[in-house]
């Protein structure tokens, strides 16, 4: 298996322009998180989904992040408008079940608003 | 809520010295798992172990072992014969048997290996 895939691996994007994060799960995989690391905070949880169904999403930061997941195959996080504060490294894990047969977390993607 | 801390944020030793790396979690759910992942200054993030909240049987695997002690809430770290190729960010990670709440992390440790 090719392990969790995201897309793109570096991004630059100024200040207002809108940002898609793509991430593709491992297949058979029923639960996908979205993760967020800063400096500031560390890694912290986005929003997870159980079999395409966001679930918890009590960790968006704004209404200007948005969370999809059209199919088992796919998801995508997006940033409409982005702002410089969003710059950060975007992790998408995916999981089979719930916490006890551990979770592959993809490359990342590192996001920089300027 | 669950929480995982990490005290130490910086630790540096020389090469072949043995250095731990400590964890305390806390959480009031009875079933629970513990994590240790490693992060390169590749980025990405390695799974190194899970253990499950009913099991607290130490483990080695190479030259890392693992103490897990329920009744300090304690999931610790050792690296034996540190090695520069160990240098990197070590984060400590709970998720709860329900699944709720995916992974929380702790803010991590940063452990450099000098030759």
């Known amino acids: 298996d090719a392990g969790v895939i995201q897309s793109p691996r570096h991004e630059v994007t100024e200040m207002g322009q809108e940002v898609t994060l793509r991430c593709k799960p491992i297949s058979g995989h029923d639960y996908l998180f979205w993760y967020r690391q800063t400096m500031m905070r560390g890694l912290e949880l986005l929003i997870y989904f159980n079999n395409n169904v966001p679930i918890d999403d009590s960790g968006m930061p704004e209404d200007r992040f948005s969370a999809k997941m059209p199919n088992a195959s796919f998801s995508t996080l997006k940033i409409q408008p982005s702002e410089p504060r969003d710059s950060a490294v975007y992790f998408c894990?995916?999981?089979f079940g719930t916490g006890g047969y551990g979770y592959t977390f993809g490359s990342g993607t590192r996001l920089t608003v300027v | 809520a669950q929480k995982v801390t990490q005290a130490q944020t910086e630790i540096s030793v020389v090469e072949k010295e043995d250095v731990t790396l400590d964890c305390v979690y806390e959480?009031?759910?009875?079933?629970?798992?513990l994590f240790w992942y490693k992060q390169p200054p590749s980025g990405e993030l390695v799974f190194l172990i899970r253990?499950?909240?009913?099991?607290?049987q130490n483990e080695i695997s190479g030259r890392y072992s693992w103490n897990f002690q329920k009744s300090t809430s304690s999931f610790n770290f050792t690296i034996t014969a540190s090695q520069v190729v160990d240098s990197a960010v070590y984060f400590c990670a709970l998720s709860l048997g329900s699944g709720a709440d995916g992974l929380t992390f702790g803010k991590g440790t940063h452990l450099i290996i000098q030759p």
């Open positions: 894990a995916s999981s």
């Open positions: 959480t009031r759910d009875t079933t629970y798992y």
């Open positions: 253990r499950n909240s009913f099991d607290e």
